[in-house]
């Protein structure tokens, strides 16, 4: 459950409250409050609910504290975190997960240039010395590890408009 | 409410799907729905899928590393622990006896200790994000007589509590009632299992009753006076107790009732299958249904129509009927339709028709064990197509 949930949850938290210490400090305590009331549960989606709605609830709390501390009034403590924020966070967070699971699924080099490249945020030509490839190689690793994804990513923005093209 | 998040999930996975490129044609419709809805829900999409701000975004979740973390979390628990065993936050502790052996707080804390590393990693690049849909298990709900509701499911095993003189146990999907000594006053259970949901039951004379998925019983917790009266909804399989002096009757809300004496029938009384059929394995039963009654010899079904007809079938198939409560599922040139009810039962799913369906029958023999896919199997192979998205199903 813990390695299921952890970092989508710590990913949600951080986009929230911007600290990723109290981001980790809250996932892990929503955590010791799931584990502390067990069989309550219908089905890991309800956990998964429930944890997702603690977790927001106890960041929520957390910048309500801190902007308190920092001396705001309560009504604007509450415009600072829109309902809408929160939730598309979510949507994010969750398909985030998704992807990282196709990318583990990827070939040994594919996946290694790909998890440098987006997980660590490497360049290319750090790539390529971390892996003592060419740029060549790396750029070409990266073009098959997207095509065995299946993954169509834009560089422009405005290439949306393209889906939103009735049918 | 729970449900603001699954809309969401359903979202992500939608996104993922689109830069697949796996789009069915409905979804490509959501997501453009989605997309129109409002320039930050585009926004969201861009972000996911411009290989620049994906790459940020995989950046920040790599941040959070479940393995990294776990000594610090691990070290918590185990002061947590001594704490938790002793705390119990549940409302129907209130009638517990002192004997009584509350492992619920320990085995939560167990189960942390022993948690699978729960990857979910995909084996393969698969087209469908989602696999496979897990089968049912044993879930239900318990009412008590105050109205207290404890949740049962596999994390709830080796638990025994007393309620007024009674004896209940609570191990490997079944719940066993035993009345400690003579009480005058009956008080009434309620088990309710969900879809997905199955449940046993051994009550305090000795009948034991299997429960389907979205089915409830209600019924006492020993019985006194010179009948045994319990209600179901949904589907049961009763081995009654032999008690001449007692008759055993199921009451059936608003449909009927079902008169035994010594005897194993099945009675499926789903408010979608619009015929009640009650089915005689072995003994005897009188069943009654408004203003007819009948009985029946063993491989004898029963069946109310909504019309009010009662029918009598002789030599039905008992394995196909009770199939459910050995573990499997029995289809004999059964037709797509009503395979699909039990599935959807079953597996949680809605099942959602896209024009017209087959006629054709099918038959085999799979274990309710299976992932959905194994099920399915059996008719694709008579050309019956699906699609699954999520907890929905459609069937071409």
């Keep these: 459950m813990f390695n299921t949930y952890y970092s989508r949850l710590c990913y949600y938290a951080y986009k929230i409250t911007n600290n990723q210490e109290s981001s980790k400090d809250i996932v892990q305590d929503?955590?010791?409050?799931?584990?502390?009331?067990?069989?309550?549960?219908?089905?890991?989606?309800?956990?998964?609910?429930?944890?997702?709605?603690?977790?927001?609830?106890?960041?929520?709390?957390?910048?309500?504290?801190?902007?308190?501390?920092?001396?705001?009034?309560?009504?604007?403590?509450?415009?600072?975190?829109?309902?809408?924020?929160?939730?598309?966070?979510?949507?994010?967070?969750?398909?985030?997960?998704?992807?990282?699971?196709?990318?583990?699924?990827?070939?040994?080099?594919?996946?290694?240039?790909?998890?440098?490249?987006?997980?660590?945020?490497?360049?290319?030509?750090?790539?390529?010395?971390?892996?003592?490839?060419?740029?060549?190689?790396?750029?070409?690793?990266?073009?098959?590890?997207?095509?065995?994804l299946r993954l169509k990513l834009t560089d422009k923005a405005y290439l949306l408009l393209l889906f939103l093209l009735p049918l | 409410m729970m449900n603001q998040f699954e809309p969401l999930y359903t979202k992500a996975e939608l996104i993922v799907k689109s830069l697949q490129n796996d789009l069915t044609d409905q979804e490509r419709l959501s997501l453009n729905e989605w997309l129109a809805e409002s320039a930050a829900n585009q926004a969201l999409y861009n972000d996911l899928t411009n290989e620049a701000t994906l790459a940020s975004e995989l950046a920040i979740l790599a941040k959070f590393d479940a393995q990294a973390d776990w000594q610090k979390i691990a070290k918590q628990t185990i002061g947590e622990q001594n704490k938790t065993a002793t705390i119990v936050d549940f409302s129907y502790r209130k009638w517990l006896s002192a004997a009584a052996i509350l492992l619920i707080a320990c085995l939560g804390v167990f189960q942390f200790w022993v948690s699978r590393n729960n990857r979910n990693s995909i084996s393969k690049i698969s087209k469908h994000p989602i696999i496979d849909i897990a089968p049912g298990g044993n879930k239900a709900t318990l009412k008590l007589a105050d109205g207290t509701i404890i949740i049962l499911n596999d994390s709830v095993n080796g638990f025994q509590a007393t309620q007024q003189n009674v004896k209940l146990v609570i191990q490997n999907g079944e719940i066993t009632y035993q009345s400690l000594g003579q009480d005058n006053e009956i008080i009434y259970n309620t088990i309710t299992t969900p879809r997905g949901g199955q449940y046993k039951l051994l009550l305090d004379d000795g009948t034991k009753v299997w429960l389907n998925a979205a089915s409830s019983i209600k019924y006492p917790t020993a019985f006194s006076g010179d009948e045994r009266i319990v209600e179901l909804t949904g589907e049961g399989y009763f081995e009654v107790a032999h008690d001449a002096s007692k008759p055993f009757k199921v009451l059936l809300p608003g449909i009927g009732k079902v008169d035994a004496i010594g005897t194993a029938f099945n009675i499926n009384a789903y408010s979608d299958e619009h015929i009640t059929k009650t089915t005689l394995v072995q003994g005897k039963v009188k069943v009654a249904f408004g203003s007819k009654t009948d009985f029946l010899i063993p491989g004898q079904q029963a069946q109310l129509f909504p019309s009010g007809q009662l029918l009598v079938l002789n030599q039905v198939d008992v394995d196909e009927v009770v199939a459910w409560k050995n573990g499997q599922f029995i289809f004999k040139q059964m037709n797509v339709e009503n395979i699909m009810k039990q599935i959807g039962r079953w597996y949680e799913i809605e099942v959602i028709y896209n024009g017209p369906v087959s006629q054709e029958t099918f038959s085999g023999i799979v274990s309710r064990n299976s992932h959905l896919m194994e099920v399915l199997k059996i008719m694709e192979e008579g050309g019956v197509r699906f699609k699954i998205d999520g907890k929905k199903i459609s069937v071409y």
């Design chain 1, 30 to 148: 929503v955590f010791l409050k799931y584990h502390s009331k067990p069989a309550e549960f219908s089905s890991e989606l309800a956990i998964k609910n429930f944890l997702y709605l603690a977790v927001k609830n106890a960041c929520l709390n957390f910048i309500r504290h801190d902007l308190v501390e920092k001396k705001f009034a309560e009504n604007q403590v509450e415009t600072v975190l829109d309902q809408d924020q929160g939730l598309s966070h979510i949507i994010k967070a969750e398909a985030l997960v998704l992807i990282k699971q196709a990318i583990e699924a990827l070939p040994e080099r594919c996946r290694t240039v790909l998890k440098l490249a987006f997980f660590e945020g490497f360049k290319n030509e750090q790539i390529a010395l971390e892996m003592s490839i060419s740029i060549n190689t790396v750029k070409t690793q990266k073009q098959r590890a997207i095509q065995l």
